[in-house]
T-cell receptor, first 115, second 113 residues
């Protein structure tokens, strides 16, 4: 079993739809959870950063972490064509612990928002 | 300024060439990273510098040689590369070694002929 599982898609939605992106993981030591957006041929851009369980909202984006289920989600409300990109989840363990000092990425989900 | 700047954006080199990739950040971050990304794959960690000292080397071949001249700069020296080394090379920085909030540059796309 891979440490982080993420459906690669592709996922196509109409403009204005609510998008749900998900990752599951197996390493219970992960404490820091991130979502990155990567446009074609560009570097990843940090979208959301959460520590431990809970929700975090930033504009149209909401990140959810459920440590008991080892499951994280990113929701995009009122999706726009400019949201078309690959979304990568990433996780990191506590300092000095398992999975620390480096990010473990999911494979990324390619999203297309159709006008 | 939340920017990580990488140069050059594109690089084509032969297998006998020596070239360098450069990265700069002015956010006062103390940790800097090199990642390699192949098409349709997530980034793979190569090297990590913390306070200008090499902290992690992920068993990268010696034809890749990192250098951190100061807290704002990170270089990756390339020599005798193979065609399979063609990839997007990403530089990133973070406030400290394990904050998780990595900021990436746009990458240097390397083609080895």
């Amino acid at each position: 079993q891979k440490e982080v599982e993420q459906d690669p898609g592709p996922l196509s939605v109409p403009e204005g739809a609510i998008v749900s992106l998900n990752c599951t993981y197996s390493n219970s030591a992960f404490q820091y959870f991130m979502w990155y957006r990567q446009y074609s041929r560009k570097g990843p851009e940090l979208l959301m950063y959460t520590y431990s369980s809970g929700n975090k909202e930033d504009g149209r984006f909401t990140a959810q972490v459920d440590k008991s289920s080892k499951y994280i989600s990113l929701f995009i409300r009122d999706s726009q064509p400019s949201d078309s990109a690959t979304y990568l989840c990433a996780m990191e363990g506590p300092p000095g612990g398992a999975g620390s000092y480096q990010l473990t990425f999911g494979k990324g989900t390619k999203l297309s928002v159709i006008p | 300024d939340t920017e990580v700047t990488q140069t050059p954006k594109h690089l084509v080199m032969g297998m006998t060439n020596k070239k360098s990739l450069k990265c700069e950040q002015h956010m006062g971050h103390r940790a800097m990273y090199w990642y390699k990304q192949k098409a349709k794959k997530p980034p793979e960690l190569m090297f990590v510098y913390s306070y200008e000292k090499l902290s992690i080397n992920e068993s990268v071949p010696s034809r890749f040689s990192p250098e951190c001249p100061n807290s704002s700069l990170l270089n990756l020296h390339l020599h005798a590369l193979q065609p399979e080394d063609s990839a997007l090379y990403l530089c990133a920085s973070s406030q400290d070694l394990f904050t998780g909030e990595l900021f990436f540059g746009e990458g240097s796309r390397l083609t080895v002929l």
